[in-house]
């Protein structure tokens, strides 16, 4: 089968890999029908995600079919269309038992990070029974990729984490895929304002039209003054980071109100300053998380309803044999005003 495979930092490849087995009996195979690339899987490639090794098949995102199950997986049987989670988890471990599915002590983000992933014709997926979802009858499968990391992500990492409240106002420091999640699920709570900040125009554009009261291009650095000048001099009560560099959370730091919460979703592959000389008495709280994937049921009902429309995160579509054409649309974003890449298997 084809797969994407990384070979190391800035080093990647469409190979020919034989299609993976079962390997425990919780164990289920999926032939991929859609999947996509991640933020994520651009810091693997930069090298920032020491647990992804060389020869690593990446993505973590996907619907599909199920090809065969193991003899322990009593939900889903082949032929089933299932939703597969970027968090793999085995439900009954300590860390499972709390919610924390993230930090499932057999599983948690292992997906084309320390196993193979999704970016392929078919995946293992370990755990079946509790990291995948079925398919509703009719639901538009493309749609529901968008469900498998970035909508969880956006809501349980910036919006449930930074305690978005009816009335508060929000920083979203970053509208990529990840910050557009969380834009679009922040209006769950009926925020007064919605601030989103980033350096291009494109995707601000992007993040009014999918709610954002204000926006602020921080190209000349002025993002504070401008955020403080929409916000009474007070600053914002959630400010989320949704970029993943030290500027972006040391932003953060300088958005958040007295009593506020910095969010943090991004993933970061160097340290950052903490400027607690400034931040110590003024009552803030930090939240960091590994999505847990535990809202993906109700976020599921919410598509269903037509409360949430994933489906406007897609921009571009490719077939696998072109995923080296979506690296680089996604990648180029800046010029390609590429958000989601569906890339069909
Ligand atoms: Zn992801
Ligand atoms: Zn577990």
């Given at each position: 089968?084809?797969?994407?495979?990384?070979?190391?930092?800035?080093?990647?490849?469409?190979?020919?890999?034989?299609?993976?087995?079962?390997?425990?009996?919780?164990?289920?195979?999926?032939?991929?029908?859609?999947?996509?690339?991640?933020?994520t899987?651009?810091?693997?490639?930069?090298?920032?995600?020491?647990t992804?090794?060389?020869?690593?098949?990446?993505?973590h995102?996907?619907?599909?079919?199920?090809?065969?199950?193991?003899?322990?997986?009593?939900?889903?049987?082949?032929?089933?269309?299932?939703?597969?989670s970027c968090i793999s988890a085995c439900?009954?471990c300590?860390y499972c038992?709390r919610g924390m599915y993230s930090h499932c002590i057999a599983g948690g983000w292992v997906l084309?990070n320390e196993?193979?992933?999704?970016?392929?014709?078919?995946?293992?997926?370990?755990?079946?029974?509790t990291s995948?979802?079925?398919?509703?009858?009719?639901?538009?499968?493309?749609?529901?990729?968008?469900?498998?990391d970035?909508?969880p992500t956006?809501?349980e990492c910036?919006?449930?984490n930074?305690?978005?409240?009816?009335?508060?106002?929000?920083?979203?420091?970053?509208?990529?895929?990840?910050?557009?999640?969380?834009?679009?699920?922040?209006?769950?709570?009926?925020?007064?304002?919605?601030?989103?900040?980033?350096?291009?125009?494109?995707?601000?554009?992007?993040?009014?039209?999918?709610?954002?009261?204000?926006?602020?291009?921080?190209?000349?650095?002025?993002?504070?003054?401008?955020?403080?000048?929409?916000?009474?001099?007070?600053?914002?009560?959630?400010?989320?980071?949704?970029?993943?560099?030290?500027?972006?959370?040391?932003?953060?730091?300088?958005?958040?109100?007295?009593?506020?919460?910095?969010?943090?979703i991004?993933v970061?592959?160097?340290?950052?300053?903490?400027?607690?000389?400034?931040?110590?008495?003024?009552?803030?709280?930090?939240?960091t998380r590994l999505v847990d994937t535990v809202t993906t049921?109700?976020?599921?009902?919410?598509?269903?309803?037509?409360?949430?429309?994933?489906?406007?995160?897609?921009?571009?579509?490719?077939?696998?044999?072109?995923?080296?054409?979506?690296?680089?649309?996604?990648?180029?974003?800046?010029?390609?005003?590429?958000?989601?890449?569906?890339?069909?298997?």
């Amino acid at each position: 089968m084809k797969a994407l495979v990384y070979r190391g930092p800035d080093n990647k490849a469409v190979e020919d890999r034989p299609k993976p087995e079962l390997q425990a009996p919780g164990d289920a195979i999926v032939q991929i029908t859609k999947t996509t690339i991640c933020g994520t899987d651009l810091h693997i490639l930069k090298g920032d995600v020491a647990t992804c090794a060389p020869g690593r098949i990446l993505g973590h995102e996907g619907v599909g079919v199920i090809d065969s199950v193991g003899a322990g997986v009593t939900a889903f049987r082949p032929g089933d269309h299932v939703l597969i989670s970027c968090i793999s988890a085995c439900g009954k471990c300590e860390y499972c038992r709390r919610g924390m599915y993230s930090h499932c002590i057999a599983g948690g983000w292992v997906l084309g990070n320390e196993i193979d992933g999704t970016q392929a014709e078919y995946v293992r997926i370990p755990h079946a029974d509790t990291s995948l979802y079925s398919i509703p009858q009719g639901a538009d499968e493309e749609a529901l990729v968008m469900l498998s990391d970035i909508l969880p992500t956006g809501f349980e990492c910036g919006v449930l984490n930074g305690k978005v409240a009816p009335g508060s106002t929000v920083a979203i420091v970053g509208a990529g895929p990840i910050g557009l999640a969380a834009l679009m699920t922040a209006q769950f709570y009926s925020p007064a304002e919605i601030i989103m900040i980033d350096l291009d125009d494109n995707r601000l554009d992007v993040a009014r039209r999918f709610g954002a009261t204000q926006t602020v291009n921080n190209g000349d650095g002025t993002a504070v003054k401008k955020v403080r000048a929409l916000t009474g001099g007070r600053g914002v009560d959630t400010a989320m980071e949704a970029v993943g560099v030290p500027s972006t959370f040391m932003l953060c730091q300088d958005l958040v109100a007295p009593g506020g919460i910095i969010a943090n979703i991004g993933v970061h592959g160097s340290k950052v300053d903490l400027h607690l000389e400034s931040l110590w008495s003024r009552n803030i709280a930090i939240t960091t998380r590994l999505v847990d994937t535990v809202t993906t049921p109700m976020l599921l009902k919410t598509v269903q309803s037509k409360k949430l429309e994933p489906k406007l995160l897609i921009t571009h579509r490719f077939r696998l044999g072109q995923i080296l054409d979506a690296y680089d649309t996604f990648a180029g974003a800046a010029s390609t005003r590429a958000l989601k890449v569906i890339i069909e298997a």
